[in-house]
């Protein structure tokens, strides 16, 4: 299979503290994982790339030092909110995919952000 | 421009009740073009993938066609679990590995 999880499922934060949210692909080594945001009712939207080893992509708009991103090893990649605020709040997102000309993604559950 | 528009935005059948949804793209170049399952709340749960136009897959009551401008997802013989919002993507063009996806179908089985 592939599977990709995520830790926490669901975190509530106060404002202006950061959280760290970890994406694992537990079966397969991720050459390249993305981390997504999606807001109620609406399609995924792609915040940044990150490949094992190297900085992050980051997609137009999203601001690298709020959103910092970790690719530390093949199967773990960190996303971390930093000084969250209550618009922060949302269901983040990671897929993972092996690379090397494959490139299904395959997606961890989801993370749920409520900062108060 | 690469773009992918999925139809209808909503579904509703009774159970038993076949159709399909469609997912129309424009991207030079296709990589692939991707199907996935997502409940409320959850990530997308992956499908299929598909490379080359007149390529089917299979899986339970789903089957995913493809041809050189569309994908259809047909479901024959809906069950209330089904219900979930499709979504399809394809890879950009140039070799990053991102992908773009439709804004999903949302589909309501009755029993």
């Known amino acids: 299979g592939a599977v990709v999880s995520q830790h926490p499922s669901r975190v509530i934060c106060k404002s202006g503290t950061s959280v760290k949210i970890e994406c694992r692909s537990l079966?397969?080594?991720?050459?390249?994982m993305f981390w997504y945001r999606q807001f109620p009712k609406q399609s995924l939207m792609l915040m940044a790339t990150?490949?094992?080893?190297?900085?992050?992509?980051?997609e137009q708009g999203v601001e690298k030092d709020k959103f910092l991103i970790n690719h530390a090893s093949l199967t773990l990649s960190t996303l971390t909110v930093t000084s969250a605020h209550p618009e922060d709040s949302s269901f983040y997102i990671c897929?993972?995919?092996?690379?090397?000309?494959?490139?299904?993604?395959?997606f961890g559950p989801g993370t749920r952000l409520l900062v108060l | 421009e690469d773009q992918v528009t999925q139809s209808p935005e909503a579904l509703r059948l009774q159970e038993g009740e076949s159709s399909s949804l469609n997912c129309s793209y424009t991207v030079s170049g296709l990589r692939g073009l991707f199907w996935y399952r997502q409940d409320p709340g959850k990530g997308p749960e992956f499908l299929f993938t598909l490379y080359s136009a007149g390529e089917e897959k299979e899986k339970e009551r789903l089957k995913a066609t493809l041809t050189k401008k569309e994908s259809f997802l047909h479901i024959t013989a809906p069950k209330p679990e089904d219900s979930a919002t499709y979504l399809c993507a394809v890879p950009i063009s140039g070799n990053t590995g991102k992908l773009i996806f439709g804004q999903g179908t949302t589909l309501q089985v009755k029993p």
């Open positions: 079966d397969f080594q991720a050459t390249t």
């Open positions: 990150s490949n094992e080893g190297s900085k992050a992509t980051y």
């Open positions: 897929s993972a995919s092996r690379g090397a000309g494959q490139e299904t993604q395959y």
